[in-house]
């Protein structure tokens, strides 16, 4: 019998960015989207600050401008750092210009603009999970690599160095106001990082569309988001290549509309506790590690368990999508994840520190997670035990 009801795969809702302006150069259109909100505009980026410079450039004199830089991934106390500064700042808009990690701190800075408190106060698991009672600052989020969605996501994924764990705030009031995606901004992103951010953009989209909680919508939407992803190898090997570089965008920006509106599963349920333990271990690298025996584990669970889960259908038609031939299946989706693995040369997990006796704990942490919670099928102990065993 299937785990879920066909009543249920028809009851769903969907939310997202007010507004998704897409497509080479819009980059431009900011300074305008930006004089709806208001003068005092409040930027949080990477350490580089060349965007927002080039931004300001685009401004007139009449608007007041700070700058906020996130030096690698966010954490509760660099967000806290920032929410001082934005405070004293009091913008009328939050930007956000970057990757993965200043979208969700200017999200969570945006977010706690408007409500009292700290992130601790907020956050899920390690914090208090108070509910978050208003809607953010205006918040516009201008993603400059293809990997979280985050520019369209509902939540802020922060590490606590204190937990050793990345855990979310979330909130449908959380989502930004704007979502600006400009493929011409990834171009001048490192081999590293287009690797890193697209098996993440990947991940994303395969994990939404097995997952426990999809619906026809975000199916649609996951299928589209999975064609694009054949095109990462290209945009890897050919920087420049603007065709490949959309496709990209457009699988991250589907992955991030598929996954706040559905669940992910057991890669990025690993994915959280791996990256708060392994701080230096880049996010997409663990999700690409973890995700062709990710695959394997779920299609025998599900045969052996839930033969008539919609989800092994689809894992079958995973297959067929990413080799492009009609007859393929889930194995020749496994193959083809673990090619692209291989010509990326994504490292194992025990290259960032990841060793055999630490498994046990990575286990309980993983169990407790809300993306675990989307895999579609419970997996056992072993089972998952032997998954990051696959992946030393």
């Not at 004293?88 to 969700?104: C, E, R, T």
């Not at 368990?305 to 079958?316: G, T």
Request: with cysteine; glycine share 8%.
């Amino acid at each position: 019998m299937s785990t879920r009801e066909p009543v249920s795969y028809f009851s769903f809702e969907f939310s997202t960015a007010t507004r998704i302006v897409f497509g080479r150069g819009k980059f431009k259109q900011l300074p305008q989207i930006l004089s709806e909100f208001g003068t005092k505009i409040f930027i949080v980026t990477g350490k580089r600050h060349d965007l927002a410079n080039q931004l300001k450039g685009l401004l007139n004199e009449k608007n007041q401008v700070e700058i906020f830089s996130v030096v690698g991934e966010p954490t509760t106390e660099i967000t806290t750092e920032g929410l001082v500064a934005a405070r004293k700042f009091s913008p009328d808009v939050v930007v956000a210009l970057g990757g993965g990690s200043p979208i969700d701190c200017g999200k969570a800075i945006a977010m706690l603009l408007t409500n009292e408190g700290e992130p601790l106060d907020y956050l899920e698991v390690i914090g208090k999970g108070k509910k978050i009672s208003h809607r953010s600052k205006p918040f516009i989020a201008v993603p400059t690599t293809s990997g979280t969605g985050a520019e369209v996501t509902k939540n802020s994924v922060l590490r606590s160095d204190t937990h050793a764990v990345k855990v979310s705030l979330r909130a449908t009031t959380m989502l930004p106001d704007v979502a600006l995606v400009d493929p011409e901004l990834t171009i001048s992103a490192p081999r590293s990082v287009t690797v890193s951010t697209g098996l993440d953009a990947f991940t994303q989209c395969l994990e939404s569309f097995v997952c426990n909680l999809s619906n026809p919508l975000t199916d649609t939407i996951c299928r589209e988001g999975l064609k694009r992803a054949r095109s990462l190898q290209r945009a890897c090997e050919h920087p420049t290549d603007l065709d490949a570089r959309e496709d990209m965008a457009i699988c991250s920006l589907f992955g991030g509309l598929a996954l706040a509106n559905s669940k992910l599963g057991a890669v990025h349920g690993f994915a959280g506790p791996l990256g708060g333990k392994y701080p230096d271990a880049p996010h997409g690298a663990v999700c690409a590690a973890l995700l062709p025996h990710v695959i394997e584990i779920n299609v025998k669970a599900l045969k052996d368990r839930d033969p008539n889960n919609i989800a092994l259908k689809k894992y079958h038609e995973l297959g067929k999508i990413l080799t492009e031939d009609p007859s393929a299946d889930a194995a020749a989706a496994v193959k083809w994840v673990k090619d692209l693995c291989a010509a990326l040369t994504v490292p194992k997990l025990s290259t960032y520190g990841v060793a055999a006796d630490h498994i046990p704990e990575l286990v309980d942490k993983s169990a407790v997670s809300s993306s675990m919670k989307g895999n579609p099928i419970e997996l056992t102990k072993a089972e998952l035990t032997h998954l990051l065993e696959l992946a030393l």
